[in-house]
């Protein structure tokens, strides 16, 4: 890949130092300056992405973008394009889009990537495959010597049916492992806590793999993983992003394939 180093735009001031949402909010802007009028632009979902639909609404209503068509990635960016004004469609009417702009939890030096931790990676990876281009989000915090090395979560979504069979055929794949369902903390109308699964837009759960290495051979995992009977599928996106943009604190930086 290439790699491209840019000032930080306006939004920054110098001897600032920027949190993580404001480096975010500078890579989600940066991709929509590659957003032409006409465009069916692929809507990621997660904080990084919201500020790049966030903004591909503010210059539609300023009229210096006409004639978009978002095909959102999740249930939630949906209703968030709406509420922008971007018209909205799904693959079924578009099946090539023109330019994806999405996060990601994990950026290698290759542009792999794990994506899905806030669980829409189903979604993501159907509309992400269908694009001619595609272009990564992120602060960074999410760039990585080998995918899975940070003990953070690397997500696969599995059908609900005897999911605790699958989580244990998901973790027997890899040496040092754990494999865990994905739960939200609900309360309940007398008050009392109680943890359900996270159930994602498809209706499936999440089982979140932890490594203690990492992933291993990234081939070699996306086809074992995808091979279990039960796994709808899962968070490796490998050789999919054609554009990284990672916004730091010296600057941002766009790295193309
Ligand atoms: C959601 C995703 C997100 O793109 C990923 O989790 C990054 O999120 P954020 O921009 O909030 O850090 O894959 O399924």
Redesign the pocket.
């Known amino acids: 890949p290439s790699s491209m180093e840019v000032g930080l735009s306006s939004l920054s001031t110098p001897h600032v130092i920027l949190n993580q949402d404001e480096l ?1 909010k500078i890579a989600g802007y940066k991709a929509v300056e590659f957003v032409t009028s006409g465009m069916i632009v692929g809507l ?6 919201k500020h790049a639909v966030d903004r591909i609404g503010e210059l539609m209503r300023q009229g210096r973008l006409k004639n978009i068509v978002g095909i959102p990635t ?1 249930k939630k960016t949906l209703e968030q394009a709406v509420s922008l004004g971007i018209p909205v469609s799904d693959l079924d009417s578009y099946s090539v889009v023109d330019l994806a702009i ?4 994990e950026v290698d030096p290759y542009m792999n990537l794990v ?7 189903l979604r ?1 990876k159907m509309m992400e495959c269908a694009c001619k281009k595609f272009i990564v989000v ?1 602060d960074e915090s ?1 760039l990585v010597t080998h995918l899975g090395r940070s003990g953070l979560a690397m997500p696969v979504e599995v059908v609900p049916f005897c999911w605790k069979f699958t989580a244990k055929r998901l973790q027997d794949l890899f040496e040092d492992c754990v494999a865990k369902l994905r739960t939200v903390v609900c309360y309940c109308q007398d008050g009392n806590k109680m943890e359900q699964p996270f159930v994602t837009d498809n209706g499936n759960y999440i089982i979140d793999l932890y490594f203690k290495k990492d992933i291993g051979d990234l081939n070699v995992a996306n086809n074992t993983i995808l091979k279990l009977a039960g796994v709808v599928d899962h ?1 490796i996106f490998l050789d999919m992003a054609t554009t990284v943009i990672v916004a730091g604190k010296l600057g941002v930086t766009i790295k193309n394939k």
């Open positions: 975010k990621g979902t997660g904080s990084t992405a999740s999405d996060g990601a939890d994506k899905g931790r806030g669980g829409c990676l993501e992120v999410k968070g």
